[in-house]
C-alpha cells in the first residue's frame, strides 16, 4: 500500500495534576528529518519516540510538539528539617561568640527562628517524575500508530489518483503509437522529397552517403523506442504502487523517466496529431510527479 508523507495526529492524557497534549505533524522530504520539542527532564522520552519514529517511518519531516501543563495544588506548611539545622547552628555560634566578647543576647523564640528564609516551606503535591515519565513513554505507540495509519489513509486516496493517471498515460501511449503509425505515409513521402531534392542539387554526392543521411533523418523522426519505454515505464509503476514497502524515491526516478520519452517524443513527432498527445502526455506526467512527491 502507498503511504503518503503528510498526515497528523495528537493525543492527550493526565496524571494526577499533570496533563500533556501530544501534536505530531508530517509533509514530504527526501529522506527521514525527525525534530522533537519535548520537555525537559524526562528521562528516556527522546530516545523511545525517535526510535518508534525510525521504525515507523522511511521518509518525511516529522514536527512532535508535547505540551505539559502541571497544576499547583494547595498544601500544607512544612518545614525544611535540613536547612532548620543550619540556621540552628548558626544561632548557636552567634551566641558563643557573643559570651565570649561579653555581650548578651536575648534567646531566639521558635517563631524567630521559623523566621529566616527557607525554614518553612509550603509542600506541593507533585507527580512523581517516573512515573509521569513511563506515562508519556506508554503514549508514543499509540500516537505514532495513529500517525501511520493517517499516512496509509491519505496514501491510498493518493495511490487511487495516480493509478488513474497511469491509466491515462497508457492510453496516450496508445494513441501515440496509432498516430505514429498513421504518419508512416507522410514521413515517407517527406523522405522521398528530400532524396529526389539531395540528387539534383548535389549530383557529385555518393549515393552511399545520401542514403547514410536519409537513414539518419528516418531514425530521427522514429518513435517506436520512446513508446516501448513508456508503456514499460508504466508497467514498472503499477509494480511499484502495488508494492508494501516505501518506493516514494523510484517513483521520483521514473517520473523523470516518463517526462524524458514525452519530451523526446514531441521532438521526433513531425505531425500535428502525434505533437498534441505528446503535450497530452507531458501535462498528466507533470500532474502524477507533483502528487509523487508525497509519496513515503
Same mark, same amino acid.
Given at each position: 500500500?502507498?503511504?503518503?508523507?503528510?498526515?497528523?495526529?495528537?493525543? %492527550?492524557?493526565?496524571?494526577?495534576?499533570?496533563?500533556?497534549?501530544?501534536?505530531?505533524?508530517?509533509?514530504?522530504?527526501?529522506?527521514?528529518?525527525?525534530?522533537?520539542?519535548?520537555?525537559?527532564?524526562?528521562?528516556?522520552?527522546?530516545?523511545?519516540?525517535?526510535?518508534?519514529?525510525?521504525?515507523?517511518?522511511?521518509?518525511?519531516?516529522?514536527?512532535?510538539?508535547?505540551? $505539559?501543563?502541571?497544576?499547583?495544588?494547595?498544601?500544607?506548611? @512544612?518545614?525544611?528539617? @535540613?536547612?532548620?539545622?543550619?540556621?540552628?547552628?548558626? $544561632?548557636? $555560634?552567634?551566641?558563643?561568640?557573643?559570651?565570649?566578647?561579653?555581650?548578651?543576647?536575648?534567646?531566639?523564640?521558635?517563631?524567630?527562628?521559623?523566621?529566616?528564609?527557607?525554614?518553612?516551606?509550603?509542600?506541593?503535591?507533585?507527580?512523581?517524575?517516573?512515573?509521569?515519565?513511563?506515562?508519556?513513554?506508554?503514549?508514543?505507540?499509540?500516537?505514532?500508530?495513529?500517525?501511520?495509519?493517517?499516512?496509509?489513509?491519505?496514501?491510498?486516496? $493518493?495511490?487511487?489518483?495516480?493509478?488513474?493517471?497511469?491509466?491515462?498515460?497508457?492510453?496516450?501511449?496508445?494513441?501515440?503509437?496509432?498516430?505514429?503509425?498513421?504518419?508512416?505515409?507522410?514521413?515517407?513521402?517527406?523522405? %522521398?522529397?528530400?532524396?529526389?531534392?539531395?540528387?539534383?542539387?548535389?549530383?557529385?554526392?555518393?549515393?552511399?552517403?545520401?542514403?547514410?543521411?536519409?537513414?539518419?533523418?528516418?531514425?530521427?523522426?522514429?518513435? %517506436?523506442?520512446?513508446?516501448?519505454?513508456?508503456?514499460?515505464?508504466?508497467?514498472?509503476?503499477?509494480?511499484?504502487?502495488?508494492?508494501?514497502?516505501?518506493?516514494?524515491?523510484?517513483?521520483?526516478?521514473?517520473?523523470?523517466?516518463?517526462?524524458?520519452?514525452?519530451? %523526446?517524443?514531441?521532438?521526433?513527432?513531425?505531425?500535428?496529431?502525434?505533437?498534441?498527445?505528446?503535450?497530452?502526455?507531458?501535462?498528466?506526467?507533470?500532474?502524477?510527479?507533483?502528487?509523487?512527491?508525497?509519496?513515503?
Amino acid at each position: 500500500m502507498t503511504h503518503s508523507m503528510t498526515a497528523f495526529a495528537s493525543r %492527550t492524557g493526565t496524571l494526577g495534576a499533570t496533563s500533556w497534549s501530544w501534536e505530531m505533524r508530517g509533509v514530504n522530504a527526501r529522506g527521514l528529518d525527525i525534530r522533537l520539542r519535548l520537555p525537559e527532564g524526562i528521562e528516556g522520552l527522546e530516545p523511545a519516540l525517535r526510535g518508534a519514529l525510525t521504525k515507523a517511518l522511511a521518509r518525511g519531516n516529522v514536527t512532535v510538539n508535547l505540551r $505539559l501543563n502541571r497544576e499547583e495544588v494547595a498544601g500544607g506548611l @512544612a518545614v525544611d528539617e @535540613a536547612h532548620l539545622d543550619e540556621v540552628l547552628k548558626a $544561632l548557636d $555560634l552567634v551566641q558563643e561568640r557573643a559570651f565570649a566578647m561579653g555581650v548578651t543576647l536575648g534567646q531566639p523564640t521558635a517563631a524567630d527562628v521559623l523566621a529566616q528564609r527557607g525554614v518553612l516551606t509550603t509542600a506541593k503535591a507533585e507527580d512523581d517524575v517516573n512515573e509521569l515519565a513511563a506515562a508519556l513513554i506508554a503514549d508514543v505507540a499509540p500516537l505514532v500508530a495513529d500517525f501511520v495509519a493517517m499516512r496509509a489513509g491519505e496514501g491510498a486516496s $493518493l495511490g487511487a489518483v495516480v493509478a488513474q493517471q497511469l491509466d491515462q498515460i497508457a492510453q496516450l501511449t496508445e494513441a501515440a503509437a496509432t498516430a505514429a503509425a498513421a504518419r508512416a505515409p507522410q514521413v515517407r513521402e517527406n523522405l %522521398t522529397a528530400a532524396l529526389r531534392r539531395v540528387m539534383e542539387d548535389a549530383a557529385e554526392i555518393e549515393e552511399g552517403r545520401v542514403a547514410q543521411e536519409l537513414a539518419l533523418l528516418a531514425v530521427k523522426s522514429d518513435v %517506436t523506442e520512446e513508446i516501448d519505454r513508456l508503456k514499460s515505464h508504466v508497467a514498472a509503476a503499477r509494480d511499484l504502487l502495488a508494492q508494501d514497502k516505501p518506493a516514494g524515491r523510484k517513483f521520483d526516478f521514473l517520473a523523470q523517466e516518463f517526462n524524458r520519452e514525452a519530451n %523526446t517524443l514531441c521532438a521526433k513527432a513531425q505531425a500535428p496529431a502525434l505533437t498534441a498527445i505528446g503535450l497530452d502526455l507531458k501535462a498528466v506526467i507533470d500532474q502524477m510527479r507533483e502528487q509523487i512527491q508525497n509519496v513515503e
